[in-house]
Nanobody, 121 residues
Framework: QVHLVESGGGLVQPGGSLRLSCEAS????????MGWYRQAPGKQRELVAS??????????DSVKGRSTISNISDDVAKATMYLQMDGLGGKDKAVYFC????????????WGQGTQVAVTS
């Protein structure tokens, strides 16, 4: 089992930036995929960005060019991954969730509790 904790959300002005962090603990050695999803009020959860253990990256069209997902950094006890988001606007307001998948699992095998991102109007 993998335990995920997100941090770094908050309130920003339009055009501002945030760096979201995700820390994984538990059975991390078989993680092959990590990603960020977001869910805005009244909408379905959607993929923002994902990264494989081998460095393969995927971005949603809505954040491409202004977001960067880091490599998965791991040591004995934890795995860490970051999402840098720039040029934030009202459409980025959502709860952002970190996910991880271990070998044998599909994407989204484990989820964190989420971190809120809000943009002032």
């Amino acid at each position: 089992q993998v335990h995920l904790v997100e941090s770094g959300g908050g309130l920003v002005q339009p055009g501002g930036s945030l760096r979201l962090s995700c820390e994984a603990s538990g059975n991390i050695f078989s993680i092959y995929l990590m990603g960020w999803y977001r869910q805005a009020p009244g909408k379905q959860r959607e993929l923002v960005a994902s990264i494989t253990k081998g460095g393969g990256r995927k971005y949603a069209d809505s954040v491409k060019g202004r977001s960067t997902i880091s490599n998965i950094s791991d040591d004995v006890a934890k795995a860490t991954m970051y999402l840098q988001m720039d040029g934030l606007g009202g459409k980025d307001k959502a709860v952002y969730f970190c996910s991880a998948a271990r070998v044998g699992e599909r994407a989204g095998g484990s989820w964190g509790q989420g971190t809120q991102v809000a943009v002032t109007s």
